[in-house]
């Protein structure tokens, strides 16, 4: 099983801007990370009108779209719960991935790296990491969290942090 590894904050922290800038550093350190992410909202990566769409909605309960760049499997979950992060998980390629990374998700028993910012709203006295939690990334200076706090604003220690753990799950 490729290891998990969560960003979890509160929305508005700056948890896609942080990954954005994360996995080119990670692929240059040689990690091919995955990504799941969860959103509350109601989400579809087909284009109205394009014939994958169409067919799709014609009651195909499920959908694989692919090209030479890439491809795509959609699967129509209309009558389900949330779905599983471990099962999503599993339907990833391992031959492919050192890592996966999760945003969302942050009340999955995963590891994870808590991100804080101070203008966020959120008191920092909120911030309550648990047994997964292996970091803080925060951009104000954090005491007694009872693990490392990382920058927020420097991607390259954070890399450097993920490089060492995984390097450590092997």
């Known amino acids: 099983m490729v290891p998990l590894l969560g960003i979890a904050a509160w929305s508005g922290t700056g948890k896609t801007t942080l990954l954005k800038a994360l996995i080119p550093l990670l692929i240059e350190r040689g990690i091919r990370p995955g990504l799941i992410k969860h959103t509350h909202h109601d989400m579809d990566v087909d284009t109205p009108g394009k014939d994958s769409y169409v067919l799709r909605k014609a009651g195909a309960a499920q959908t694989l779209v692919a090209s030479a760049k890439r491809w795509a499997l959609m699967t129509e979950t209309p009558e389900e719960a949330e779905p599983d992060l471990h099962y999503l998980a599993s339907r990833m390629d391992s031959s492919q991935l050192d890592l996966i990374l999760v945003e969302g998700f942050k009340h999955e028993t995963i590891t994870k790296i808590l991100l804080f910012r ?43 942090f993920i490089a060492s753990w995984l390097a450590g799950q092997q």
């Open 118 to 160: 101070q203008g966020t709203g959120r008191d920092v006295a909120e911030l309550a990491p648990d047994a997964d939690v292996i970091a803080v990334a925060s951009d104000v200076p954090l005491l007694s969290v009872g693990v490392p706090v990382l920058n927020i604003n420097a991607p390259s220690q954070i890399a450097a």
